[in-house]
C-alpha cells in the first residue's frame, strides 16, 4: 500500500516542537538523481533503491535548509554514517520504503536530535523482548509492546545522542517514557521524545509510527 501525504501531515504535526523544522517527500522513482555529486559518490555502492531513499531524504532536508540560509547545501556522511550538517544547524534524516522525512533546528537552541518512521507494522515477536527493557514491559499493555511505537522512539534517541557521545546504544540501553515524553539514556542523558502513529483512510493507506527526540541546549 502507498503513503498518504496527508496522514503523514498529521503525525509530524503530532510530533512537532517549536525551533524544529520539519518535512517529508514521499519516495520515487528518480529522487536518486536528488543527490549532489559529493553525496552520490558516497552511495556509489548501495543499491538503487538506497540511493533513491537518501536522495529524497536529502531533498527534504535541502528544502528546509534553504529557508535558514543554506541553500544548496550538500549533506554528506561521517564514518559513523550520521549526516554532517552545514555549521550552526543540528538535524536528522530518515526513511522508510516509500516515505523521506527530515527534522532540522538551530545549534544554539538544541544539541541534539533525531527522526525516525517506520511502517505501523506488528513487531515481530522476537523484537518484542529485545527491544522493550524489563520497566517497558510492565508499563506498556501489550498491543503497545507490539506496536513499532518504541522501536522508532529509540531509533530517534540514538540518532540524538549519538553525535554526541559516540556510544553506540542498544534498545536496553534506553528507556522510554511516552506520557511524560523522555527517554533515559544509560550513563548518559535525558531525552525528550515524541511519537505518534498515524491513522488509515479507508484501508487503502499505509499507516506510519514517527518519533522526534531532541536535546535542548542546556540541557
Not at 553525496?39 to 531524504?57: D, I, M, P, V, Y
Not at 547545501?73 to 552545514?86: D, E, M, N, Q, R
Not at 542498544?170 to 535525558?190: M, N
Request: charge should be negative; charged fraction near 20%; proline fraction near 4%.
Amino acid at each position: 500500500m502507498g503513503a498518504d501525504s496527508d496522514l503523514i501531515l498529521d503525525v509530524m504535526a503530532a510530533i512537532a516542537e517549536p525551533g524544529i523544522s520539519i518535512a517529508h517527500r514521499l519516495i520515487s522513482a528518480g529522487d536518486e538523481r536528488e543527490l549532489l555529486a559529493s553525496e552520490a559518490l558516497l552511495f556509489q555502492k548501495a543499491r538503487q533503491e538506497s540511493q533513491r531513499q537518501s536522495g529524497a531524504a536529502r531533498a527534504v532536508a535541502r528544502g528546509l535548509l534553504s529557508g535558514r540560509g543554506h541553500a544548496g547545501a550538500a549533506i554528506l556522511k561521517s564514518p559513523s554514517g550520521a549526516p554532517i550538517w552545514p555549521e550552526g544547524v543540528v538535524g536528522s534524516l530518515a526513511h522508510d520504503a516509500c516515505v523521506a522525512i527530515a527534522a532540522i533546528a538551530r545549534a544554539c537552541d538544541f544539541v541534539g536530535l533525531g527522526i525516525d518512521i517506520e511502517p505501523d507494522d506488528v513487531l515481530p515477536a522476537e523484537m518484542v523482548d529485545l527491544v522493550a527493557t524489563p520497566a517497558e514491559r510492565s508499563r506498556y499493555g501489550r498491543n503497545f509492546l507490539c506496536s513499532r511505537a518504541l522501536f522508532v522512539a529509540k531509533e530517534a534517541v540514538f540518532k540524538a545522542v549519538h553525535p554526541l557521545d559516540g556510544v553506540f546504544l542498544d534498545f536496553q540501553d534506553i528507556e522510554v517514557d511516552v506520557e511524560s515524553q523522555v527517554a533515559y539514556v544509560r550513563l548518559s542523558r535525558a531525552v525528550r521524545v515524541k511519537v505518534k502513529a498515524g491513522g488509515q483512510a479507508a484501508g487503502q493507506a499505509a499507516r506510519h509510527v514517527a518519533a522526534l527526540a531532541f536535546i535542548p541546549s542546556g540541557a
